[in-house]
């Protein structure tokens, strides 16, 4: 497989499927074989919405061969705090999952990377890369000039991924009851 054999597209309404189980994967709730289904099932609910972070209207899907095969939720993270409020209700109210004190992720100015995630039948093409390529392609199109994720502190192959798309670590943050590194990137290129 080569590059051209990858094509990107804005998610659909009809993706919440498959968003859902790379949502749960890239949060370590599960993964894309076996996820709990009232997980997916409130997970999927929450990505069909427009007002939440993990809505499909934010995500970019990796199509090879006509399936899906990666997709990369990314966002404004001015909008961070409203679609936040939403989403952690929802996940309070339906999974028990209370996530109220954890601090913010992101902030106004930054293209946020919420979460990336290859489904395992593609991983090791290079489909993870090239989803964060475009996605910052994407932030820059609509005039952002920084990007940011987090990613586990412990995850040294992410790490690197995200260094070779040109992310720099700028600290360590607390978030879903673990220590993730806070990187960022230019998209002045």
């Not at 109210?93 to 004190?101: I, N, S, V």
């Not at 910052?136 to 690197?160: C, N, P, W, Y």
């Amino acid at each position: 497989m080569n590059k051209t054999d990858i094509i990107f597209r804005k998610a659909v309404a009809d993706d919440a499927g498959f968003i859902s189980k790379a949502m749960l994967a890239a949060l370590g709730v599960g993964d894309f074989l076996s996820a709990p289904k009232k997980d997916l099932e409130v997970i999927e609910e929450i990505v069909k919405r427009n007002d939440t972070l993990y809505s499909y209207e934010n995500v970019l899907v990796a199509e090879v061969d006509g399936k899906c095969a990666g997709c990369m939720i990314a966002y404004d993270g001015g909008r961070y705090p409203g679609m936040r409020e939403v989403t952690f209700k929802l996940l309070k109210d339906e999974l028990d999952m209370d996530y109220a004190q954890m601090p913010d992720e992101t902030h106004e100015g930054e293209y946020y990377m919420d979460s990336l995630a290859v489904s395992p039948e593609f991983r090791k093409r290079g489909i993870g890369k090239s989803l964060m390529m475009k996605s910052l392609e994407l932030g820059k199109s609509i005039g952002f000039t920084q990007a940011s994720l987090l990613v586990l502190a412990t995850d040294q192959g992410l790490q690197r991924l995200y260094k070779s798309c040109g992310f720099e670590p700028v600290g360590l943050q607390d978030c879903f009851g673990k220590k993730y590194l806070r990187m960022v990137a230019s998209l002045k290129f």
